[in-house]
């Protein structure tokens, strides 16, 4: 699986972006997708994830403030985050687990910035 991310920038706090995330395959072949971050420094955090049936999970930090969605007929998946916060600056990165795999794959980074 090909993730391209992107969509990030810069912002001030309490903005909003939208990341998308758009795989080479079907969503259906797909068993779980989602975004993690990572400050320089320290470990990749989980943002967000969506699994196959559409169920969804977030980090406590996010929790009301970001969205993660998908449109399966372009293969992409969304994140908006809304009501952003200097501690929201990371670089962002999709991943996708398929169905029958132990591997995950990765697109890359799209850097967020959010200024106070």
């Known amino acids: 699986v090909q993730l391209q991310a992107s969509g990030g920038g810069s912002v001030q706090s309490g903005g909003s972006l939208r990341l998308s995330c758009a795989a080479s395959k079907s969503f259906f072949s797909i068993r779980h997708m989602g975004w993690y971050r990572e400050i320089p420094g320290n470990r990749r955090e989980l943002v967000a994830v969506?699994?196959?049936?559409?169920?969804?999970n977030y980090a406590d930090s996010v929790k009301g403030r970001f969205t993660i969605s998908r449109d399966n007929g372009k293969n992409t998946l969304y994140l908006q985050m809304n009501s952003l916060k200097p501690e929201d600056t990371a670089v962002y990165y999709c991943?996708?687990?398929?169905?029958?795999?132990?591997?995950?794959?990765w697109g890359k980074g799209t850097q967020v910035t959010v200024s106070s």
């Open positions: 969506m699994v196959s049936g559409g169920n969804t």
């Open positions: 991943y996708a687990r398929p169905k029958h795999s132990d591997m995950d794959y």
